[in-house]
């Protein structure tokens, strides 16, 4: 968020006229810019930490990058239902795919009470290798929007250095998208080592939810 702020700003100014006014010692400039970012800064991270709706942001990035907790959700699916029978496996795999990112929550839900499995999914590496993929993904959206401000620039002729403001935001963008892409696969390789891993550790229980919860949906249907 700094990032996009702090850009923006400079993009907005001047990336030109900030750094002959700090290299003339002109600050002015500078410091009404830095004041700026700082204010406009505090008044984000106060907003965005009132919002409970933050988690919908989340899914809405993913969805229009990578679409990868979709992925990750069907794939833990598909290694939660191997506990069930061969036909209510048949059954299972039919539904949507709503549904049965549904029924992968239930089963993490369901397990929650259950503190080993915080322990057991800490060993895995997967919460941070998801840390970096969501620094990949707002990185790919900040660096594509400060990509196509600074292009404003180069077209208008106007800054001296918006070729080279350019140049660094796309180059970002694409480093920050291709992370995101080479995470992303190790990270569903990871989802099929965390379902056979929950299966070893709670198969019961797993067994237990899943035809809850089948069952549940069915009656509603009907």
Do not use: C
């Amino acid at each position: 968020m700094v990032v996009l702020v702090a850009g923006t700003a400079a993009i907005l100014i001047g990336i030109g006229r900030l750094a002959r006014d700090i290299a003339t010692e002109h600050l002015l400039t500078p410091v009404i810019f830095a004041g700026s970012v700082v204010l406009v800064f505090a008044v984000l991270l106060n907003w965005l930490g009132k919002v409970s709706w933050i988690s919908d942001v989340h899914e809405w990035l993913d969805g229009h990058f990578f679409r990868l907790l979709e992925k990750s959700n069907l794939m833990l699916f598909e290694g939660l239902i191997v506990v069930l029978d061969p036909w209510e496996r048949a059954r299972a795999s039919g539904l949507g795919a709503e549904r049965k990112e549904s029924l992968a929550n239930a089963v993490f839900i369901g397990l929650s009470k259950n503190n080993s499995l915080f322990t057991h999914l800490l060993r895995t590496g997967i919460f941070r290798l998801w840390i970096w993929y969501w620094i990949a993904m707002y990185g790919t959206f900040i660096f594509t929007i400060l990509t196509v401000e600074s292009f404003s620039l180069v077209l208008r002729g106007v800054d001296q250095y918006a070729k080279a403001g350019f140049s660094i935001s796309w180059s970002l963008a694409l480093l920050h998208l291709v992370s995101g892409v080479l995470m992303g696969r190790r990270l569903l390789r990871m989802m099929e080592d965390v379902a056979r891993l929950l299966v070893r550790a709670h198969r019961d229980e797993i067994t237990t939810i899943l035809r809850k919860n089948i069952s549940e949906g069915e009656q509603a249907t009907e």
